[in-house]
């Protein structure tokens, strides 16, 4: 995290506490949250997307304590569950700033959506337009977007590149897929449709997918002012901005992407005569990837004939990404003077997990010497680790630890054998 500083011993603090003293309270494996670089982070976004709205994706990760710092800051909320949603007001969070999303909601979460007042549901689907006009209360209308398939495919990984056609997402815009929907959502009086929405993929680095689809949605929006002489007043871009997860890795620049989009969406509205809509746009990993830390304990270093590997307390249980995806992390080793670290040896950073692919970082540099009861850091852990975490071979999931301004507070406490026991009801 942007707040991450190194003391000559090698101890390494973040927010002002050192993760040595966190790991030391709170055990291993543990989430570390830079509340500042949250903070820090959604500020950015604001002043990039000036009068947009700004809507974090709380399937990165979420907790009540972050959609409070969220919030605070002024962004809004994407939820894609009854789950997410509740958490999230459970944490005060206003329910017309919240957004819901999924390609298959049940009829919980809409009832969900419904009960809690939710600014939009986004439909991904013609059957959603009627269940949903079904579940309004007589009177009331529900804003509603739709969620369109820009034919973009654009993502670090086929698994998360969601904007092309042949992936489950949202409704095309050839053969008249989109503009059926649309007609379909306009008869109905309890819908309000308020916009398009598409969303290309994750971890993106690239302006040049964003322009595109701004230009295509644009096409259609024009092509329903024609239709029905309606002007659609928002457009949500989505969200997929890339962060390193190592040194050097390229992002996308959330200031650039805002100029940009901004331009090329006045220039398409100028050209077909429409009012410029509001932006949506709906970042997660970028607001709350950096910010986090992973710490974990080393509990064994096993010298193969092929390979060195450092295994740790954590592993595909906290953090699927590695196996899932093929992500590569940069781990370091903490509480090393760094004269004990010069000199480096190439190792494979395992889990604890019954799987060979439970790795975590494979072939990456340590300081020679690396042992038992060492501690590892993990940076970039913020995102997608915990939110996608499992109980696999009945590994309690990791708490969550805030640290800002040289204190450290425990958000999520640690899963324990008797949470997981709890569960089994019969025998
Ligand atoms: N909006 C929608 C509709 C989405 O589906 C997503 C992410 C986002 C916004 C936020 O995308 P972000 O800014 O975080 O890239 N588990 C994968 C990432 C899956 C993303 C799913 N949708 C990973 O670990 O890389």
Redesign the pocket.
């Known amino acids: 995290p942007g707040s991450a500083r190194e003391e000559a011993d090698g101890r390494v603090l973040v927010g002002g506490v050192g993760l040595e003293t966190v790991a030391a309270r709170y055990g291993t494996p543990v989430y570390v949250l830079d509340e500042a670089e949250v903070r820090a982070r959604c500020r950015a976004y604001r002043g990039a997307f000036p009068g947009a709205c700004v809507h974090y994706?709380a399937?990165?990760f979420l907790c009540r304590a972050f959609a409070r710092w969220v919030e605070e800051e002024g962004l809004g909320l994407?939820v894609?569950s009854a789950g997410e949603l509740e958490l999230a007001v459970a944490a005060g969070f206003p329910a017309g700033r919240i957004l819901f999303?999924g390609n298959a909601k049940s009829p919980e979460d809409l009832r969900a959506a419904l009960r809690h007042g939710v600014g939009r549901v986004v439909i991904d689907d013609p059957v959603e337009i009627a269940r949903l006009a079904a579940t309004v209360d007589p009177g009331r209308r529900q804003g509603v977007m739709l969620r369109v398939t820009p034919d973009v495919a654009a993502g670090?990984h086929p698994k998360?590149r969601?904007g092309g056609e042949g992936q489950k997402f949202g409704l095309s815009l050839r053969d008249g897929h989109a503009r059926h929907a649309i007609a379909r959502i306009l008869d109905q009086p309890r819908l309000r449709l308020t916009g398009l929405h598409c969303?290309l993929g994750?971890?993106i680095t690239d302006v040049a997918p964003y322009l595109v689809a701004v230009r295509r949605l644009v096409g259609l929006m024009s092509r329903v002012r024609d239709a029905h002489g309606v002007l659609l007043p928002e457009l949500d871009i989505?969200?997929?901005?890339g962060i390193a997860y190592r040194p050097g890795d390229p992002v996308l620049d959330p200031a650039e992407l805002g100029r940009r989009v901004r331009a090329e969406l006045a220039a398409g509205c100028a050209r077909a005569g429409l009012p410029v809509p509001r932006l949506v746009v709906?970042?997660?990993?970028?607001v709350s990837g950096p910010a986090g830390v992973a710490v974990y304990r080393v509990l064994a270093v096993k010298r193969g004939p092929r390979r060195t590997f450092v295994a740790v307390d954590g592993g595909m249980s906290d953090n699927p990404?590695p196996a899932?995806?093929g992500?590569r992390y940069a781990p370091r080793l903490l509480g090393r003077p760094p004269a004990e670290v010069a000199e480096t040896e190439t190792v494979t950073v395992v889990g604890r997990h019954c799987e060979a692919g439970d790795v975590l970082a494979e072939d990456v540099p340590l300081p020679v010497g690396v042992r038992p009861g060492d501690l590892l850091a993990l940076p970039a852990a913020g995102?997608?680790h915990l939110s996608?975490a499992s109980s696999y071979n009945l590994v309690g999931r990791p708490p969550v630890v805030a640290v800002a301004d040289g204190a450290a507070r425990l958000l999520v406490r640690r899963e324990t054998a008797a949470d997981l026991r709890q569960r089994d009801v019969g025998l």
């Open positions: 994706a399937k990165a994407d894609c999303h670090a998360i969601t969303h994750s971890q989505g969200g997929g901005h709906e970042p997660g990993r970028a990404r899932l995806y992500v995102a997608y996608m």
